[in-house]
């Protein structure tokens, strides 16, 4: 079993035999534009170059978050993964951002 598996495998409600609902992409999308907004009123343009050239690791978490919605996105289309994981998921996005907007800031 692979990392992403056992992360939707824990997403699912414990000892429910109940099967997730598809959540749609509409509902979603509503959701990440609310985080991209948060994220947005603190943004510093330039922080995404200066992250990458500087803090490469940090680069390297946030390229991973991304990839984490995305797939998590997925999931939820599908009915494998709960509304609650894809919000896990934004709120590691927005938290590694908002780091990031800091590290420039200073």
Same mark, same amino acid.
């Given at each position: 079993?692979d ?5 939707l495998?824990?997403?699912k409600?414990?000892g429910s ?5 598809p ?8 959701v990440f534009?609310e985080?991209?907004?948060k994220v947005n ?10 992250i990458?050239?500087?803090h490469?690791g940090?680069?390297d978490?946030?390229n ?6 995305n797939n998590?996105?997925k999931?939820? @289309? *599908?009915?494998? $993964? =709960?509304?609650e994981c894809? @919000? *896990?998921?934004l $709120? =590691?996005?927005?938290?590694?951002y908002?780091?990031?907007?800091n590290?420039?800031?200073?």
């Amino acid at each position: 079993m692979d990392l992403m598996e056992k992360y939707l495998s824990r997403a699912k409600p414990e000892g429910s035999k109940k099967k997730l609902e598809p959540i749609s992409d509409e509902h979603l999308q509503d959701v990440f534009l609310e985080t991209v907004s948060k994220v947005n009123k603190s943004y510093i343009e330039g922080t995404i170059q200066y992250i990458g050239e500087h803090h490469p690791g940090l680069d390297d978490k946030i390229n991973n978050a991304d990839d984490r919605i995305n797939n998590v996105w997925k999931a939820c @289309n *599908e009915g494998a $993964a =709960s509304i609650e994981c894809f @919000n *896990e998921a934004l $709120a =590691s996005y927005e938290s590694l951002y908002l780091q990031a907007i800091n590290l420039y800031r200073r």
